[in-house]
């Protein structure tokens, strides 16, 4: 009973704004991972969300990945919207060995300009840490925006640096929540890479389907 009082009691210390953005953030993560369509419009509350419970937290490149995430949250409601008439579904696609080359440029390059910028102008928490996953996370949206399937090892990476860094910002419920993410986040690339074999038709040219396949 000691236990369960002090979950209670714990549960009830909680910001009533940041428990709704943990449900509605673990709502449509799971509905992507199972590929339905109604991930976005949830999304959109959830990243609405936590744009204040980020500002909040003086985590700014968070607060400023939120602004893109509702951008690409549209777009990906859009963009799975637009299944021709023969498709249950917009089918899932493969990551290109250029995409992958393109990415890590793109995030070491916005990692190292970021964390300057937030470290000397700003009394950012942990400016270069903040700055790289917000890269990770850039990359990694607008592969699930576009259905690219490796987009959910990038979640798995990412989510377990956050765990970290939201526990020592105090953000328990959201530290907890980005823990469950990273199962999530499995499912989905397992889900993902199935319904891709399933597929009539898959995007081959230049993919990395020779390489090994985590998860395996």
């Not at 259905?147 to 990038?154: Q, R, S």
């Not at 823990?179 to 986040?185: D, F, G, S, V």
Request: charged share 15%.
């Amino acid at each position: 009973m000691n236990i369960i009082s002090a979950i209670i009691d714990w549960l009830k210390g909680q910001s009533i704004l940041e428990t709704f953005g943990v449900i509605t953030g673990i709502l449509c993560v799971y509905l992507a991972a199972k590929n339905n369509i109604w991930n976005w419009p949830i999304a959109i509350i959830s990243v609405a969300i936590y744009m204040i419970i980020f500002l909040e937290a003086r985590l700014y490149a968070d607060t400023g990945l939120q602004v893109y995430f509702l951008i690409t949250n549209i777009y990906g409601w859009y963009f799975w919207s637009r299944k021709s008439k023969t498709e249950i579904k917009v089918p899932v696609s493969r990551i290109t060995k250029k995409e992958i080359i393109l990415s890590c440029i793109a995030i070491i390059i916005f990692t190292a300009l970021l964390g300057y910028i937030l470290k000397q102008g700003t009394d950012a928490s942990f400016p270069f840490i903040d700055s790289f996953c917000t890269a990770c996370s850039l990359v990694a949206q607008i592969f699930l925006a576009r259905k690219v399937m490796e987009n959910w090892l990038i979640w798995i990476f990412v989510d377990a640096i956050y765990v970290g860094v939201y526990m020592v910002k105090g953000l328990h419920l959201t530290s907890g929540m980005y823990a469950l993410y990273i199962y999530i986040a499995i499912i989905g690339y397992l889900d993902w890479r199935k319904d891709f074999r399933h597929q009539p038709e898959k995007r081959d040219l230049d993919s990395i389907d020779n390489q090994p396949i985590l998860f395996k």
